[in-house]
């Protein structure tokens, strides 16, 4: 079984509601939001000032907007310019009484592969004190178009914040691009970006009652 969560009105109450987190009846949304008391952002796709984070009415979600984030293979570009990546180290505060988990996590951009050339998009999941899940999507060459994935954890497998204990949590995104049998007069490159220079990565969350 799956649980995929959905940014939509009344969704923290079905999520209370479900027996997969150990609820026994199902209480009001927390009436505060949950609270990002810091975000540090380091990596080549997300240098100084091109990344933010924004959560929604709701509690469920919260998104990481980048301005600068491509990585690239070809003429003109550096052997470092076909590895990009960006390590987010966020403390977290939720309502009292209450922890989170990540369920799913969405991801979009837009990517230009010459044939024989491949993408990857590839995303690690790091509680402190917990062990670290990771998720990669493969894109062959051929391909100029949005691209788009979804993370999903089983119920089985999620790992909640510990209660009561401030702990941060790491999301480390990468994007590679390599040339594979393309020509050497090919460019191929793989953003995770938009036209206008913003796109979201959605992180859809769980929140369930401390026992």
Not at 41 to 68: E, K, L, Q
Request: glycine letters at 10%; one cysteine or more; charged letters at 15%.
């Amino acid at each position: 079984m799956v649980l995929r969560v959905l940014a939509a009105a009344g969704v923290a109450t079905s999520l209370f509601g479900s027996s997969a987190f150990g609820a026994s009846a199902a209480p009001p949304p927390p009436p505060d939001r949950i609270v990002i008391d810091s975000v540090a952002a380091d990596g080549t796709g997300c240098p100084p000032g091109t990344a933010s984070v924004a959560i929604s009415p709701d509690n469920t979600t919260f998104s990481v907007t980048y301005s600068n984030y491509l990585a690239q293979v070809g003429p003109g570009s550096a052997p470092t310019d076909s590895r990009k990546n960006c390590q987010l180290n966020l403390r977290v505060h939720v309502p009292g009484g209450l922890t989170y988990a990540i369920v799913s996590a969405d991801y979009s951009g837009f990517a230009s592969l010459a044939p024989g050339a491949s993408g990857t998009q590839r995303a690690s999941y790091h509680f402190e004190g917990n062990a670290t899940t990771t998720k990669t999507h493969h894109f062959k060459g051929g391909f100029t178009n949005n691209w788009r994935t979804t993370d999903t954890v089983p119920v089985a497998a999620l790992v909640f914040a510990p209660c009561g204990q401030e702990r941060d949590l790491d999301i480390n995104t990468e994007l590679q691009v390599d040339p594979g049998t393309s020509s050497p007069s090919a460019t191929s490159f793989m953003e995770m970006d938009s036209t206008n220079g913003t796109i979201k990565t959605v992180y859809h969350v769980a929140l369930k009652r401390c026992q």
